[in-house]
């Protein structure tokens, strides 16, 4: 097994409009993309072999038995609709627990927090997706999954730490859909008395819309169920929202008074769902932060983190480094981040996040001077 980059970047990319997905052949973005996102993708096609090192875009690995891995180098477009999926929080039945449409590039990213609930022996999740249309479709998908945990904390955290990876290097990968046809593009295992949490990032790039649906069974060979599971005393959020992302430019000067910033405090009318968002779960933040130090001293800056209504978990990511923030008791500050800031001078930083499945939101990001 070797790599080459004997394909135009572009040649590739419109070979794959054309039909040119088939047999064993995978379709992947990434800058780069990573072995152990290649080897999970491989692995759900049930090869034998899998490359054993990052693949740079325009790059092809070649397998033994004729498999080959496409790099192509393209990004999606930013997310224009963020969507949760929350209700019921708890699986008791079978059955959908989401259902939306897909439209021409316009991605979708959603959101999934569960407790497993299911009888079987080995319950799943599985994302379905329907071409309704007499033409083929074309679909990029980015997804991220924490590990399924009774510590329901960990699962949310890990599938932000996850996604904010595949997020830094754009991986992701290509599917094709007949006309006419529904295809399972992925599987979740519901282990009993679990959480589940997951972001899944959807891409429409050629044919007409699509229909989709997240849909719980308690096995793999029964037959899927579409009917809707509501549940009128579950609280949690179930739905489209309108802003997918969050965006502010704060300042702060050494001197003044703490800055704080808020984080999950909005709350988001579904304009299709069951539930308003509150907590801004699933949205992304990005805040760019302003540090002055007008005095004649080097001084020292910090960012803390500050649960406002129950415990919290976070993942910062700080001009992309990813900053991981442990389990906090809600209202207590815990610094997750410094700089020092030169004397008559100023810094500026990107930070992004987002609000964590099982963590009480909203919260806030603090920031002050310290030693």
Same mark, same amino acid.
């Given at each position: 097994?070797?790599?080459?980059?004997?394909?135009?970047?572009?040649?590739?990319?419109?070979?794959?409009?054309?039909?040119?997905?088939?047999?064993?052949?995978?379709?992947?973005?990434?800058?780069?993309?990573?072995?152990?996102?290649?080897?999970?993708?491989?692995?759900?096609?049930?090869?034998?072999?899998?490359?054993?090192?990052?693949?740079?875009?325009?790059?092809?690995?070649?397998?033994?038995?004729?498999?080959? *891995?496409?790099?192509?180098?393209?990004?999606?477009?930013?997310?224009?609709?963020?969507?949760?999926?929350?209700?019921?929080?708890?699986?008791?039945?079978?059955?959908?627990?989401?259902?939306?449409?897909?439209?021409? $590039?316009?991605?979708?990213?959603?959101?999934?927090?569960?407790?497993?609930?299911?009888?079987?022996?080995?319950?799943?999740?599985?994302?379905?997706?329907?071409?309704?249309?007499?033409?083929?479709?074309?679909?990029?998908?980015?997804?991220? /999954?924490?590990?399924?945990?009774?510590?329901?904390?960990?699962?949310?955290?890990?599938?932000?730490?996850?996604?904010?990876?595949?997020?830094?290097?754009?991986?992701?990968?290509?599917?094709?859909?007949?006309?006419?046809?529904?295809?399972?593009?992925?599987?979740?295992?519901?282990?009993?008395?679990?959480?589940? /949490?997951?972001?899944?990032?959807?891409?429409?790039?050629?044919?007409?819309?699509?229909?989709?649906? $997240?849909?719980? +069974?308690?096995?793999?060979?029964?037959?899927?169920?579409?009917?809707?599971?509501?549940?009128?005393?579950?609280?949690?959020?179930?739905?489209?929202?309108?802003?997918?992302?969050?965006?502010?430019?704060?300042?702060?000067?050494?001197?003044?008074?703490?800055?704080?910033?808020?984080?999950?405090?909005?709350?988001?009318?579904?304009?299709?769902?069951?539930?308003?968002?509150?907590?801004?779960?699933?949205?992304?933040?990005?805040?760019?932060? +302003?540090?002055?130090?007008?005095? /004649?001293?080097?001084?020292?800056?910090?960012?803390?983190?500050?649960?406002?209504?129950?415990?919290?978990?976070?993942?910062?990511?700080?001009?992309?480094?990813?900053?991981?923030?442990?389990?906090?008791?809600?209202?207590?500050? *815990?610094?997750?981040?410094?700089?020092?800031?030169?004397?008559?001078?100023?810094?500026?930083?990107?930070?992004?996040?987002?609000?964590?499945?099982?963590?009480?939101?909203? *919260?806030?990001?603090?920031?002050?001077?310290?030693?």
């Amino acid at each position: 097994m070797h790599l080459k980059s004997s394909l135009s970047p572009v040649i590739a990319f419109f070979l794959l409009l054309a039909g040119w997905v088939q047999g064993q052949e995978l379709w992947v973005t990434g800058q780069p993309a990573s072995t152990p996102f290649l080897r999970s993708l491989t692995q759900e096609l049930g090869w034998d072999a899998a490359p054993t090192s990052p693949l740079e875009p325009g790059q092809v690995w070649e397998g033994p038995a004729g498999e080959r *891995v496409i790099n192509l180098h393209w990004k999606a477009p930013d997310t224009t609709l963020t969507a949760l999926s929350d209700h019921p929080e708890k699986i008791t039945r079978r059955g959908g627990l989401f259902f939306g449409g897909l439209t021409n $590039l316009r991605p979708l990213n959603l959101q999934y927090y569960h407790l497993s609930q299911l009888d079987g022996e080995d319950p799943e999740m599985i994302l379905l997706v329907h071409n309704p249309s007499s033409e083929k479709a074309l679909l990029h998908l980015s997804r991220a /999954s924490g590990e399924p945990s009774l510590d329901y904390f960990s699962t949310g955290h890990g599938n932000n730490v996850e996604w904010f990876k595949k997020k830094i290097r754009h991986e992701g990968y290509f599917a094709e859909l007949p006309p006419g046809e529904s295809r399972v593009l992925w599987t979740q295992p519901l282990p009993p008395e679990h959480v589940v /949490s997951g972001n899944i990032k959807m891409t429409l790039l050629e044919g007409e819309p699509l229909q989709f649906a $997240l849909v719980a +069974r308690s096995e793999p060979n029964e037959p899927i169920s579409l009917n809707n599971l509501l549940d009128e005393e579950d609280v949690h959020s179930r739905g489209f929202y309108p802003l997918p992302l969050q965006v502010a430019e704060r300042t702060y000067s050494v001197g003044d008074e703490p800055l704080n910033i808020a984080v999950g405090s909005l709350r988001q009318q579904t304009f299709s769902g069951v539930k308003e968002l509150r907590g801004d779960y699933g949205v992304e933040y990005e805040v760019r932060i +302003r540090i002055k130090n007008p005095t /004649s001293e080097q001084r020292r800056v910090q960012l803390l983190f500050n649960p406002r209504g129950g415990a919290a978990t976070a993942t910062m990511v700080i001009d992309e480094q990813i900053v991981e923030v442990p389990l906090t008791e809600a209202f207590a500050e *815990v610094p997750f981040w410094s700089v020092s800031i030169a004397p008559d001078s100023e810094k500026y930083i990107l930070l992004n996040t987002i609000p964590e499945g099982a963590s009480s939101y909203p *919260v806030r990001i603090k920031v002050e001077e310290t030693k």
